[in-house]
């Protein structure tokens, strides 16, 4: 599964998408939401039982 995470305390899961593709267009699109300083902590993921892996740097 693929997600849109805020990397804050705790983390919190945006949205979860069915596509990587999907996934890295919504990370882009809740960016575009947040203050400039916020925009980093915000990052599209790949969610697996061990936790989950970034897909956009």
Known sequence: MFAVI???D???VLRTCGT???ALIAAQLE???V???E???ITAVVLDD???V???F
């Open 31 to 33: 960016k575009d939401k």
């Open 6 to 8: 805020k990397k804050a």
């Open 39 to 41: 925009r980093n902590l």
């Open 50 to 52: 061990g936790g989950y």
């Open 35 to 37: 203050p400039l300083p």
């Open 20 to 22: 990587k593709e999907a």
């Open 54 to 56: 970034d897909i956009l």
């Open 10 to 12: 705790p983390v919190r």
